[in-house]
């Protein structure tokens, strides 16, 4: 591939990423409007996902970190319904539905290509959630 059709394909990436942006706020945010999925998760709890996914190049790493979460209190919740396991569902689903829509539009179908479109949606996906609890915590009247 040549350096310039790389740069188109990379640029029709994140022209993709930028359009899916209220997608993933929606669906983060709808995650946290469910209370009842989890107990008294603080901020500090919530950003520690986000700093292991910017850490990994892995979507499985941050999956596992959240069932570590998950076992060790109730502050994510417990069980199928709790807060983990959909944002889990999200990430395995929802997000890499999309992922696979953008390499589409991209016209890649290389594998790297996915995963790192993935890995990258994730990362917004909980930075979004990590203000929006904020909000939650702190702001919501």
């Known amino acids: 591939m040549t350096n310039f059709s790389e740069q188109q394909k990379q640029l029709k990436i994140q022209?993709?990423?930028r359009k899916q942006e209220d997608e993933?706020?929606?669906s983060i945010q709808i995650a946290l409007d469910n209370h009842n999925s989890y107990g008294d998760?603080?901020?500090s709890q919530f950003r520690n996902i986000v700093r292991v996914s910017d850490?990994?190049?892995?979507t499985e790493v941050i999956k596992n970190f959240l069932?570590?979460?998950l076992g060790r209190d109730r502050k994510w919740g417990r069980g199928e319904d709790s807060l983990a396991f959909i944002i889990i569902r999200d990430?395995?689903?929802k997000i890499k539905n999309i992922a696979?829509?953008?390499a589409e539009y991209a016209k890649t179908d290389d594998p790297d290509d996915l995963k790192n479109i993935h890995l990258e949606l994730t990362r917004r996906y909980l930075g979004y959630g990590a203000r929006y609890l904020v909000y939650k915590r702190k702001g919501e009247i």
């Open 91 to 93: 990430i395995e689903t």
């Open 41 to 43: 998760l603080e901020e």
């Open 67 to 69: 069932l570590y979460q």
């Open 55 to 58: 850490t990994t190049e892995s």
């Open 100 to 102: 696979i829509t953008i």
């Open 24 to 26: 993933l706020v929606i």
């Open 15 to 17: 022209q993709g990423i």
